[in-house]
């Protein structure tokens, strides 16, 4: 898997494979940024969001209609940031969880992307066969 993200205000950059995003510095707090990864050959959109210490991502694709959620780049919170948003039908999805909490998509949830923080440093998290895993929880960063 490898990744290129946002480190250098917007437009996308490059990382290896269990790849570096960017820094946690690069994030703002409450905020979220795009990043284009490589899984299995193809590229995929996804999103990483910021709490503090913590960071979540998802795959840029909204459950209802499989379209991207943000139409502004790296902008996917709602306007008090307290959720992420899908710019398309306005559902709302949950930062953490990343399940439907309003909207068209009840039931449903964003793919989440594991994320390990080290060191300051955002990475992909690995996974066995170097593919993103429907479902699974993005790691919290160490205490
Ligand atoms: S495509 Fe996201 S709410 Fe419809």
Redo the contacts with the bound molecule.
């Keep these: 898997m490898t990744a290129k993200g946002g480190d250098d205000g917007g437009k996308p950059g490059t990382a290896a494979a269990g790849g570096v995003l960017c820094r946690l510095a690069d994030i703002p707090d409450r905020d979220s940024r795009a990043f284009t990864i490589t899984s299995n050959g193809a590229e995929r959109e996804i999103f990483a969001i910021r709490l503090g210490d913590e960071v979540f991502a998802y795959v840029n694709v ?1 459950p ?2 499989q ?1 991207a ?1 943000n139409w502004k780049p790296d902008v996917f919170l709602a306007y008090d940031k307290s959720r992420i948003l ?1 710019t ?4 709302t999805f949950d930062i953490r969880e990343g399940h439907c909490l309003t ?3 009840p039931g449903q949830s964003l793919e989440s992307v594991p994320i390990v923080i080290e060191d300051g440093i955002v990475s992909l998290g690995a996974c066995a066969d170097g593919a993103m895993k429907a479902g699974e929880r993005p790691a919290k960063s160490p205490a």
């Excluded at 398309?88 to 559902?91: D, F, P, V």
């Design positions: 909204c209802h209609r379209m959620l899908c398309m039908h306005a559902a909207g068209p998509c």
